[in-house]
């Protein structure tokens, strides 16, 4: 049994690099603003705090360092952030990588291209790193 991400501040990279060959990394855009994939920096943008659901290890809330009365959310087909209220991840290791999908795993966060800027979607696992996340602690 693998050990489940431990609750801190993260972030959250994609595990295919950007055509310049840059890590790209989840970016909070502002309130109810979509989230992007964005090459990485040192910016708090990218700084996501998670924190455990109810004491359980695996159900996660992702909630901005600039914005912690938020959290994200899946809208249609992408995430975004919206105004707290209990919506959880299910955040899983697996052998190429962290994927992140809905409680009943269905749903999984993926970067829609893999470049700057692209579009952070909510669909289907497709298997491939595109769907695939390190988390990277920050102190």
């Known amino acids: ?13 994609n595990k295919i690099p950007c055509p310049t060959d840059e890590r790209l990394a989840i970016t909070y855009n502002g309130p109810d603003q979509p989230l992007t994939v964005n ?32 959290q994200a959310v899946w809208d249609a087909d992408c995430a975004r952030t919206f105004q707290k209220y209990n919506f959880v991840w299910i955040i899983q290791r ?16 993926g970067a829609l291209d893999a470049v700057n800027n692209a579009p952070l979607v909510v669909g289907s696992d497709t298997g491939d790193e595109k769907h695939r996340w390190s988390f990277e602690r920050v102190l």
């Open 1 to 13: 049994m693998t050990q489940p991400l431990e609750p801190g501040t993260y972030v959250i990279v």
């Open 94 to 109: 697996t052998n190429s990588g962290y994927t992140i999908q809905d409680d009943t795993r269905t749903a999984f966060w």
């Open 39 to 70: 090459i990485r920096t040192d910016s708090s943008r990218q700084h996501w705090i998670v924190e455990n659901y109810r004491h359980t290890d695996n159900s996660k809330y992702l909630v901005p360092v600039d914005a912690t009365d938020f």
